[in-house]
Nanobody, 126 residues
Framework: QEQFVESGGGLVQPGASLTLACAAS????????IGWFRQVPGKEREQVSWIHSSGETTKYADSAKGRFTISRDNTQNTVYLQMNNLEPGDTGLYYC???????????????????WGQGTQVTVSA
């Protein structure tokens, strides 16, 4: 089955660091832009970060800027999310997905995501 397998989550105290890994299973990530997302119960899924297929361009949600770093190793078929100075607001189930296409909407192009994994839980609590 083609999907990502996320790992690296855990229960940590505020200020701690975690590195999440997103390993592709059954397909190669080299041609895909990849995004990390966070899901909190009762809230919409939020895109936390994004990395171009080349690895040369990255984007972050305002809440992640300055604290999170996304990177990729196409030879290992894996994308990483280094998270520093974690805050309780970072708590959630973290997923990655590949940006496989786009569709036109009245508000502009919208990304189409695929190869979702099961996610890895990050809990930040004192």
């Amino acid at each position: 089955q083609e999907q990502f397998v996320e790992s690296g989550g855990g229960l940590v105290q505020p200020g701690a660091s975690l590195t999440l890994a997103c390993a592709a299973s059954g397909f190669a990530i080299a041609d895909w832009n990849i995004g990390w997302f966070r899901q909190v119960p009762g809230k919409e899924r939020e895109q936390v970060s994004w990395i171009h297929s080349s690895g040369e361009t990255t984007k972050y949600a305002d809440s992640a800027k300055g604290r999170f770093t996304i990177s990729r190793d196409n030879t290992q078929n894996t994308v990483y999310l280094q998270m520093n100075n974690l805050e309780p607001g970072d708590t959630g189930l973290y997923y990655c997905a590949a940006e496989v296409s786009f569709k036109a909407t009245p508000s502009g192009l919208k990304s189409i995501w695929d190869y979702w994994g099961q996610g890895t839980q990050v809990t930040v609590s004192a």
